[in-house]
C-alpha cells in the first residue's frame, strides 16, 4: 500500500505560479512511476504529467508543455509539480498517482494509487 497526500494548491490569478508537492509513504518510492492528473467541474480526469521511476524520462499534455514541469525527489519520497503561467483553463482537482514497477503512462487507469487531490483556482 502506498499512500499519497497532495498540498500546495490554492488560489492564483492568471500568469502566476503554483508548485504541487506529493508526499508518498508506505513503500520504496523509488519503485513507482509517478503521474500529475487534473479534474476540473463536470469533466473526466485528464493527465497533465508523467515522470519514471529514477526521474530521467518526463512527459506532458500537450497543454500545459512548456509551462508545467515534473520533477521527483526519491530521497524525499516526493514528486512536485511546478505550474507557471497559470490560465483559468488549469482550475481543477489536481492527483498525483503512483504506478508500481511501470513505465510512464498517460491513462489513469494505468495507476495503482491516487492521492485525494488538491484544489488549484486561477483567476482572470
Known amino acids: 500500500q502506498v499512500q499519497l497526500v497532495e498540498s500546495g494548491g490554492g488560489l492564483v490569478q492568471a500568469g502566476g505560479s503554483l508548485r504541487l508537492s506529493c508526499a508518498a509513504s508506505g513503500r520504496t518510492f523509488s519503485n513507482y512511476a509517478m503521474g500529475w492528473f487534473r479534474q476540473a467541474p463536470g469533466k473526466e480526469r485528464e493527465f497533465v504529467a508523467a515522470i519514471s521511476r529514477r526521474g530521467s524520462s518526463t512527459t506532458y499534455a500537450d497543454s500545459v508543455k512548456g509551462r508545467f514541469t515534473i520533477s521527483r525527489d526519491n530521497a524525499k519520497n516526493t514528486v512536485y509539480l511546478q505550474m507557471n503561467s497559470l490560465t483559468p483553463e488549469d482550475t481543477a482537482v489536481y492527483y498525483c498517482?503512483?504506478?508500481?514497477?511501470?513505465?510512464?503512462?498517460?491513462?489513469?487507469?494505468?495507476?495503482?494509487?491516487w492521492g485525494q487531490g488538491t484544489q488549484v483556482t486561477v483567476s482572470s
Open positions: 498517482a503512483a504506478n508500481f514497477l511501470a513505465s510512464i503512462t498517460t491513462t489513469p487507469v494505468g495507476y495503482d494509487y
